[in-house]
């Protein structure tokens, strides 16, 4: 399949993708969220697309396309993306009070009051 990215024409195929993975391991780092998968592997999109450009001999930089530029042209091939988020430091404690001890919310809070 033919993509342009960055107005320069792009030739890839979902084999060259699962060719290039079958034994390539990417460490997803920090603020990696969206993954695409291919050979059972979960791969940040960005990361993947860098490094099938490099293999395909493109030169294109992580900063050459973004996040977005990935996600579609993975999508075009039919490979599933996936958007996963941590839960981190003060985004859990938003959540803190939520969650009952015993099971009833209601009843802990007059425990706790009374």
Do not use: C, W
Not at 79 to 90: D, N
């Amino acid at each position: 399949m033919e993509f342009v990215l960055r107005k320069q024409k792009i030739k890839l195929t979902k084999k060259d993708l699962i060719n290039i993975f079958k034994e390539k391991q990417i460490k997803a780092g920090r603020g990696k969220k969206y993954f695409v998968i291919i050979n059972s592997k979960k791969i940040p999109v960005k990361d993947a697309l860098y490094h099938v450009l490099r293999k395909k001999q493109y030169d294109f930089s992580l900063l050459d396309f973004t996040t977005a530029d990935a996600i579609r042209i993975f999508k075009k091939l039919g490979l599933k993306v996936i958007h996963e988020q941590e839960m981190k430091g003060e985004r859990l404690l938003k959540y803190a009070g939520i969650l009952s001890i015993g099971g009833n919310a209601l009843e802990d809070e007059k425990k706790l009051y009374t």
